[in-house]
Antibody, heavy 121, light 108 residues
Framework: EVQLVESGGGLVQPGRSLRLSCAAS????????MHWVRQAPGKGLEWVSG????????DYADSVKGRFTISRDNAKNSLHLQMDSLRPEDTAFYYC??????????????WGQGTLVTVSS | SYVVTQPPSVSVAPGKTAKITCGGN??????VHWYQKKPGQAPVLVIY???GRPSGIPERFSGSNSGNTATLTIGRVEAGDEADYYC???????????FGGGTKLTVL
């Protein structure tokens, strides 16, 4: 059974940093592209970032580009999101998601339960 | 970037059929995926590549895609189907995923 467990969320002041982590199990982690998707309170789903199976390439939504950094540790089956220069509009539930394959494009097959990030003074 | 449009809300009586649309320019040439999102729960994939159904998803859920509109159809709607539904495509120009704004399904 695929399991994705996020951690690292919390309350943080604007301009500060936070690092999210996702522990993956139940599948061969380095066979899959991984992504972060977020949902702000009362809003829809928004893709944040994705990383290739080997970590060689990554991409970001324009809203976070230059502030967020995605990474993965295939030896530890873990995905991370380093969030710097946080803004109130970054307040959201952040979901770790597993793509359906090692292919960059496609859909999000499995999702974690999410971790809440609140950016407020 | 590619724009995907969904109606904000759809209402249906129990036992009836609900249709949720997802509009976009020539969306029929793209693969469309659908997610169910209930409050306090993680999103769940219900349809992939227009009409594929993941294991564990009831046959009542089906999808179609042609022209400028993709449709998620839920037959014999139950109270437990009440949720927000999101369509998603891959924007080949930006090489990024795009979500529709979501549709709230209300079971009357």
């Amino acid at each position: 059974e695929v399991q994705l467990v996020e951690s690292g969320g919390g309350l943080v002041q604007p301009g500060r940093s936070l690092r999210l982590s996702c522990a993956a199990s139940g599948f061969t982690f380095d066979d899959y592209v991984m992504h972060w998707v977020r949902q702000a309170p009362g809003k829809g789903l928004e893709w944040v970032s994705g990383i290739s199976w080997n970590g060689a390439s990554a991409d970001y939504a324009d809203s976070v580009k230059g502030r967020f950094t995605i990474s993965r540790d295939n030896a530890k089956n873990s995905l991370h999101l380093q969030m710097d220069s946080l803004r109130p509009e970054d307040t959201a539930f952040y979901y770790c998601t597993k793509a359906y394959s090692s292919s960059w494009s496609g859909y999000f097959q499995d999702w974690g339960q999410g971790t809440l990030v609140t950016v407020s003074s | 970037s590619y724009v995907v449009t969904q109606p904000p809300s759809v209402s249906v009586a129990p036992g009836k059929t609900a249709k949720i649309t997802c509009g976009g320019n020539d969306i029929g040439s793209k693969g469309v995926h659908w997610y169910q999102k209930k409050p306090g729960q993680a999103p769940v994939l219900v349809i992939y590549y227009d009409g594929g159904r993941p294991s564990g998803i009831p046959e009542r859920f089906s999808g179609s895609n042609s022209g400028n509109t993709a449709t998620l159809t839920i037959g014999r709607v139950e109270a437990g189907d009440e949720a927000d539904y999101y369509c998603q495509v891959w924007d080949t120009d930006s090489d990024r995923p795009m979500f529709g704004g979501g549709t709230k399904l209300t079971v009357l």
